[in-house]
């Protein structure tokens, strides 16, 4: 599939950094595998070049589906003839019910543009959503996915067509969880500006749904926010908080960039240990994998 000199364009939504480090890897996988292309984030950018043989996809699962950015990008993009497409979902609870449908409607949406998808999958990442991935586990997270990204990239290069097959109920929950995404568009009305804000304009620059703008050198929220996170994770000053959905948020904070520092892994990682509980079931089986 995947021959010398091929193009390869690999867009993907980032909240809080998780997929941008996926979509990195990719880049780097299919580069070694002879492709030539880039990665960029899809926010940014409206469409594809149209000067590629493959598009890979990636983005963090946001109520059991893509982010509603995600959809909004694929309309901008022109009709093509059978070219292949890659889907990549990313959660931090890794493959189980009732998120492993999360790649079907970016899927649909593909294939009504003409992409041929030939292979789609959820990667693994740390969570930044209500529940902390133990630093421990994260970090043996981030040291596997290089190697995840590249038996995907092997995968693809020789041909051979690799589809997941999510179960009905999944499938109800995937529609079920399309209806958050009106919701979560008034989501900045529960943002508190507290006063160590110093007007930097971090979270309006960082923004991946341009809602956030500065008035009076204070955030002010629109009413087309993704709930990604990004502006209170990422604000230098720690000056966002939620008055409402509290459980949403880590109390620690969440920093990719960070938890990367820490790596190579100088300890043995016990999974079994670390991923005790219903909720880590997804994880433990994707490392075991």
Not at 20 to 32: E, G, K, P, Q, Y
Not at 116 to 124: G, N
Not at 176 to 185: I, R, S
Not at 187 to 210: D, L, M, P, Q
Request: proline content about 4%; charged content about 20%; overall charge positive.
């Amino acid at each position: 599939m995947l021959l010398e000199g091929s193009r390869f364009e690999i867009a993907y939504y980032s909240g809080t950094g998780c997929t941008a480090m996926v979509a990195r890897c990719f880049c780097d996988a299919l580069i070694r595998a002879g492709g030539l292309g880039e990665a960029y984030n899809l926010s940014q950018r409206t469409g594809c070049s149209g000067l590629h043989d493959l598009l890979v996809l990636a983005f963090p699962v946001h109520a059991f589906n893509a982010p509603e950015g995600v959809y909004q990008w694929i309309k901008t993009l022109k009709p093509v003839d059978n070219i292949p497409a890659v889907v990549i979902s990313v959660s931090g609870g890794g493959k189980m019910m009732p998120n492993t449908a999360s790649q079907v409607s970016s899927i649909k949406r593909l294939k009504k543009k003409g992409y041929d998808i030939i292979y789609d999958d959820m990667l693994v990442m740390p969570s930044n959503f209500a529940i902390a991935t133990k630093e421990l586990l994260a970090l043996k997270l981030l040291e596997v996915l290089p190697d995840k990204v590249a038996e995907i990239v092997k995968t693809i290069a020789s041909g051979v067509h690799s589809q997941t097959t999510p179960v009905w109920l999944d499938r109800f929950f995937s529609k079920l969880g399309e209806l958050e995404k009106p919701g979560a568009h008034s989501f900045g009305k529960y943002v508190e500006i507290t006063e160590a804000c110093n007007g930097c304009g971090w979270c309006a620059r960082n923004c991946s749904s341009g809602n956030i703008s500065m008035d009076m050198k204070k955030p002010k929220y629109a009413k087309k926010c993704h709930m990604c996170l990004n502006c209170i994770y990422g604000c230098p000053m720690k000056a966002l908080m939620l008055r409402k959905y509290k459980f949403m948020i880590i109390k620690e904070g969440f920093s990719i960039k960070q938890l990367e520092k820490k790596l190579p892994l100088t300890e043995p990682v016990d999974i079994e240990e670390l991923t005790k509980g219903i909720l880590w079931i997804g994880v433990k089986r994707y490392l075991q994998k």
